[in-house]
Structures are given as structure tokens and as C-alpha cells.
């Protein structure tokens, strides 16, 4: 959360999403090659040139073979690595790359033409970037580069193509049909859903799922949730590999049966609902006890579990000392008479120095586990994600669906992605609250430390507005979250962010605009969306510094709500 959190200054990103320019896809011919060199970095950074040393090749992660690029920028440099590539004149290519990690660009310069370019936010799995070009009647090379951001994650990429007519220059072989798929498996299943995940295919770049022998599905990466099923029922599924050479033979099949019946996806919280975090530290905003935080509150987040020596895993200790002698006995108890009034307290996992990863099997066995062992400590009724430092959306989704069916359907789940994790379904954060969508409660998108961000209708607009609440929340109602699952996260007052606060009004225009069309700024939604779960705020504390006032008026008019 804001207070312990680093101020992403990101004001350009969306801007610059708006000047990438995407020509048509070409159809390609039987000479059509890739005319890279050391596409896969097998042969370390041979053909390519990075600016200031900032590129090396690393045998983890790659996407196939046994290198990939790894670049990392700094404060004044991005970490571009460039490749000359030769081309034909007049002739259209596919430019593409697998990429992982912080920032990443792909690009062309030198076309002729008109010089393209394609980027992707924070990934933590492998993606593929693509776009086209056409060269010029004179063009033979062009200079071909992917790069980072600066001072920011670094990035990797791997296989990367620029597939189109030989131009001369001795790229590398095109690819081979790949071999199907193995060890193909059920990781989960709901009552209305099937998780399935498989091992990775060498030259591989995508995988299309078949149930009962029709393909339904075509993923990137090695797993794939199958949703819109029926209850008590089972399915056979098979995998395939494709890459540009072809589609392999299908994979063994698998039998999936769904469960009889599925979670609420929320427990029993109002219609409309307001969480707000709660400070198990002192930074200067009003200490409390949970006795203290107003009952405007129907959700409270306890800000923070700390991770352990052991991947995955999280622990839970109270400050005593920094809460004025506040014992675990009172805590306990205080949760408990939450939950007497109705109330839900949850354990948020992450803010800023969250360093919690969940990242392979046994780490999500961890952290399903160690947050069900704190929800029978504590009497906790949920979890809450709030990881900043990246998410790896199957091992997470593994994570929540395993402490779901620890917890049941009374389970309390919410998260709070900063705005540039909720830009596009292909994020890990949206994937993953896709993934859980049948057993999550609310997404607090964080509107605020923020830079301008795309809105659903494909304009900037800045932190501070009705519109950039509205046209941003539009992103999530439209890309598969229900109504009841997106909230809008403010902060309390001035003090509890570096930027982003807006008055209680402004939140409250922004509900009203969502809920019944009126209100609204320059952008109104298509629909409106009484559903919409309400508002959350960083933090009680600081609210309660502030006299209150965000949550006596938010907390009111969400409470008012139809």
C-alpha cells in the first residue's frame, strides 16, 4: 500500500501505447524464413549489440532452448539490444519475440516505411509480442531491437523473429512442427471450471485445447483454465503445440470431472461494500485497535503478513510495542466482535517490501497453508493480495484454489493491483482474478501513485478525476469481472499517498456514475452497473487522522447505494 510503496512514475506508458502503429498480417509463402541470427541467444549475444553493457544471457528463464536475453536498465539507459537483419525490398515481415519480467519493447527502425513498434507492462510469465512491417523499395536491412524501461525490472526475451522472404543474410532454420504436449494433468477443478497444465514443448510458441475432441482454447503458456461448464460432470481434454511450421499430433487425454458445487465467491458480505486497510504499524497516522475502526467498515485488511525463510510461506506478528501494548488476546478478540457485527477482517499479503513469491507448486502449497493456519489463529476470514513486486498468475491461482478448499466458500478473497496491473487481461493480476473469478469477492484497484492510464474507450486520462476512476473501472467491467467484484481503491487523505487523492465527492460521483449513469465527467459508461461492490481506502488510520471523513461520507453514500 501507498506508505510503504515507491512511486511508479508512469505518466509516459500510456501515451506511448498510443503511438505504437500495427500494419496488416501478411500472408507467408513457403520461402517465408526467420532472418534473425541467434534468435534464441543460444550463441550468447552473437548478432546483437546492447546499449551500456546492459545485456546478457541467463539460463533461467527461458522460453525455449537453453539461453535467453536478459536486459536491465538503469536510470539513463533502457537496455535496448539491437540485430542489423537483411531483408527484400518491398516485401511485408511478421516481427515477434517471447518476453518476461519488467517493461518490454519490440521494434524496427530503418523500414522505408513506416518503423513499428510493440510493448508489453510487467509480465511474469512468458508472452509474445508481434507486429508487422513492409520495407521500401530500396530497403535491404533493417535494425531490429527490443529494450526495457528505466530504472526499472529488468526484462528477458527469447526467439525472436522477423519471418518473411530470405533476405540474404543467413537467419536462422524456420522451425519444425513441435511434439505434442506431455504430462498433461488436472491441477483443480471447481463446479463449473477445469484447470489443466502441461509440460513445456521445445520450439513451441502456443498450445490449443481440445475437450471432447473440439479445440476451445489457444494459450501461450503451459496452463489453461476451461470455464462454462456443468456441475458433477466429465470432460476429456487433449493439448496441442503450434508454432509457425504447424500444429503437433494431440496428447494423451486427460478426464476432468467437476465438482457438485462451487464457492460463493465472496462469503456473506453486503451488496455494497467499503474495506479499508488497517495499520499494524505506526508511520504517523492515527494509531488504533481493529475496536477502534469505524463501522463503516465492512471489510478490514490487516496491512501486513510477513514472509518466512520458507518460499511461498507467510507468518503474521503483531506490533505491540508500535500499537501502544495492543496484546494478541485483544486482537483475537477484537476480531471477534468484528465478526459479530458482520464485519470480515482479512490478512492483506505484500505492500511494497511484500517480498512474498509464489512461483512453482510447492510454494503455493506454502502460502495456502500458512494463510489457512493464520485464518485459524486469528480468526481471519479471507486473504487479501496485495503483491507489487510481481505475480505469477498459475501458481497463484494454484495458491488460492488450494485455500479455498481449506477455507470453503465462506472464503474472503480481494485484491488490490496498482492501475498499470489491471491495463489488459493479459496482465498477470487480471489474469489471475479471471482464474479465480467463481471464488473471488472484490478487486480494490489502487487510483492512485499512479501515471495517466488508458481508459476502456482507448484515451489518457489522469489520477485525480471522476474519469479516471470511471473509464479505468470500465477496463475491468468490461474484461470479465462481474460488477460485484471491482471496487474503487482511494486514498484517505493527503497523507496516506504520494498522489492520487481526490475528496470524498469525487468518489462519490464516480459510484454514481458507474451504479446509475448521472455524475459522470466527460467519460460515461456504455452501461451502467448497479452491482458495482463498493470502495476501499489506504488506510483507517489515516482516516481516522483525517476525523473520518472519507469513510463517514464514501461509507455512507456506498451503504445508500441501491
Known sequence: MPVLRKRRLWAGVAMAALALSFA?????????TNNAKNAGFESGLTNWTCTAGSGTTVSSPVHSGASALKGTPAGQDNAQCSQSVAVKPNSTYTLSAWVQGGYSYLGVTGTGTTDVSTWTPDTSSWKQLSTTFTTGASTTSVSVYTHGWYGQA???ADDISVFGPDGGGGGDPAPTVPAAPTGVSVSSTTSSSVSLAWSTVS????YNVYRNGTKITAVTGTSATVTGLAASTSYSFQVTATNSAGESGKSATVTGTTTATGGNGGGSVPKHAVTGYWQNFNNGATVQKLSAVSSQYDIIAVAFADATTTPGAVSFTLDSAGLGGYTVDQFKADIAAKHAAGKKVVISIGGQNGTISVSDSASAANFANSVYSLMQTYGFDGVDIDLENGINATYMTQALRSLSS????????TMAPQTIDMQSTSNAYFQTALNIKDILTVVNMQYYNSGTMLGCDGKVYGQGTVDFLTALACIQLQGGLAPSQ???GLPASTSAAGSGYVSPSIVNNALDCLTAGTNCGTFKPSKTYPDLRGAMTWSTNWDAA????????VGAHVHALP
Open 24 to 32: 496488416g498480417t501478411g500472408q507467408a509463402s513457403a520461402a517465408d
Open 154 to 156: 529488468a526484462y528477458y
Open 203 to 206: 520450439g513451441a510458441t502456443g
Open 406 to 413: 481449506k477455507a470453503g466458500s465462506s472464503l474472503i478473497i
Open 486 to 488: 471491482v471496487g474503487l
Open 546 to 553: 483525517a476525523g473520518s471523513s472519507w469513510s463517514n461520507s
